[in-house]
């Protein structure tokens, strides 16, 4: 029994994996659909960063990288509205940070500088 558990585990996992390699596509600046991602690099000392997302099955996904003190946008198209996210920032000289978790379900937004694990979060009502 436990093997049949351990089987349809790995079989689940491995399709919410592929699922997610499918549907997300590339990362684009900005762009209409999906989840918009703006991430300020406001790291001290100042570092370029390389931006992911990931959420609670263990996908994750290249965003873009960001030159210090510069901003960007990004579009997300998440597997699941109900899956936790993290936003995770990983600096040119080795340091990484991760963002306080969300849930993409009813946002349109979401705004995160490294510095703070803090994101701001914008409703779909607020960008209507």
Same mark, same amino acid.
């Given at each position: 029994m436990?093997?049949? =558990? /351990?089987? =349809?585990?790995?079989? !689940?996992? !491995?399709?919410? !994996?592929?699922? /997610?390699?499918?549907?997300? *596509? /590339?990362?684009?600046? *900005?762009? #209409?659909? *999906?989840?918009?991602? =703006?991430?300020t690099n406001d790291l001290v000392p100042p570092a370029s960063i390389?931006? $992911?997302i990931t959420n609670e099955m263990g996908s994750r996904r290249r965003l873009g990288t960001i030159a210090p003190d510069a901003q @960007?946008?990004?579009?997300?198209s998440p597997v699941s509205q109900s899956m936790e996210h993290r936003l995770v920032a990983e600096a040119m000289d080795g340091r990484e940070i991760t963002s306080d978790a969300f849930v993409p379900a *009813?946002?349109?937004a979401v705004i $995160?500088?490294?510095?703070?694990p803090v994101l701001r979060l914008? #409703?779909?009502?607020? #960008? @209507?």
């Open positions: 436990h093997g049949k =558990r /351990t089987a =349809r585990k790995l079989v !689940l996992g !491995l399709a919410a !994996l592929m699922v /997610t390699a499918c549907a997300s *596509g /590339t990362a684009g600046a *900005g762009g #209409s659909g *999906g989840l918009r991602v =703006r991430v390389t931006v $992911w @960007q946008e990004f579009s997300y *009813g946002i349109a $995160w500088g490294p510095r703070s914008e #409703s779909s009502r607020q #960008s @209507q």
